[in-house]
């Protein structure tokens, strides 16, 4: 694609214009794009920890693992499933008509990852709710009576602290594409300067791929 | 253009890879309802890998950036994998030897 050049004096912000410290938009653009991979990577071994945890009390406890895995509900995780890939298709159609300059659609495209995203964590609310219901929430209230309680709760405890922060990174990529849609409606992005909605969308996949692994990993397990 | 990072990707890849993730997200559900034995884990992990893998690949763009792009995004993966590996070496070698006196 031909970027318009820099209008000479360098505004601040805009399309066509880049900070002081770079020398074009091009570099602008890979610089902003490897900062975000350097984050997505931090973020890799954030969410890591976590799954390191999974992984060797899964390995110390499969039984009470797979007993406490059958208590969720697999129906709305494959439906969440669903929805997240769908949010990520949307999400990367809005980066495309980002690149194109089309600004309805990218305003559309936004709109509806910000939907799909919601409809998500509507659902994952509706399963909280069933599990303080079912007193599978860690802590004095917990009730286990078919198997191991004390190792189920382990389960729960990663189930609950996993999915939060998983959902905290949506909530926070929610508030982000709020903003995006406001500056897109407005015309902030075009074919010269889309660099915002990119990163948030490689952030969102991100999140996307999150999930793609804590759902077989705690809703499908032992289910044969 | 700069080291194709402004890749333009044309629509029908995106949808083909959105097919793909949804029919892989079907498979993982039924196959996880088929006994396999220990196998469950290894083809949920597998479709799980390939679905991120196709993630990163189209939707994240990484197919068309740069280098300096990959080395971050597989560093990223590298250094997780060590941290798994080293910890499960670990956790699953304490029984072997037995305990001193034991």
């Known amino acids: 694609m031909s970027s318009r050049a820099p209008d000479g004096a360098h505004t601040h912000l805009g399309a066509s214009a880049y900070a002081h410290q770079f020398d074009s938009a091009e570099q602008q653009h890979s610089a902003s794009q490897l900062g975000m991979w350097v984050f997505i990577a931090q973020e890799i071994l954030f969410f890591g920890g976590l799954f390191v945890t999974y992984t060797v009390y899964r390995f110390s406890y499969p039984q009470a693992f797979a007993q406490a895995s059958h208590h969720l509900d697999v129906t709305l995780g494959c439906f969440n499933t669903a929805v997240l890939i769908g949010s990520s298709l949307t999400m990367a159609l809005a980066v495309h008509s980002a690149q194109l300059g089309q600004r309805r659609r990218q305003t559309l495209y936004l709109i509806l990852t910000i939907l799909l995203g919601s409809i998500f964590l509507g659902v994952k609310t509706i399963e909280y709710g069933h599990k303080f219901h079912e007193h599978l929430v860690p802590g004095a209230t917990f009730l286990f009576p078919d198997g191991d309680a004390r190792h189920a709760q382990i389960f729960f405890s990663l189930y609950f602290v996993m999915t939060g922060l998983h959902a905290l990174h949506m909530v926070i990529g929610i508030a982000i594409l709020a903003v995006l849609t406001v500056m897109a409606w407005r015309g902030s992005f075009g074919s010269a300067y889309y660099s915002p909605v990119e990163l948030t969308g490689l952030y969102w996949h991100f999140v996307d791929i999150i999930w793609i692994f804590l759902f077989p990993l705690l809703y499908l397990i032992g289910r044969h | ?102």
Request: no cysteine; charged share 10%.
């Open chain 2, 1 to 102: 253009m700069s080291a194709g990072s402004d890749h333009i990707v044309p629509i029908r890849i995106y949808l083909a890879i959105f097919a793909a993730l949804i029919a892989m997200t079907a498979f993982t559900v039924w196959v996880a309802f088929v006994d396999l034995g220990p196998l469950n884990l290894v083809v949920a992990l597998g479709v799980a890998v390939t679905k991120a893998t196709l993630v990163v690949l189209f939707f994240m763009h990484v197919k068309y950036s740069s280098k300096l792009t990959w080395l971050v995004v597989t560093s990223g993966f590298f250094f997780l994998a060590i941290m798994i590996a080293l910890t499960m070496a670990d956790i699953v070698s304490r029984g072997w030897l037995g305990t001193p006196g034991g």
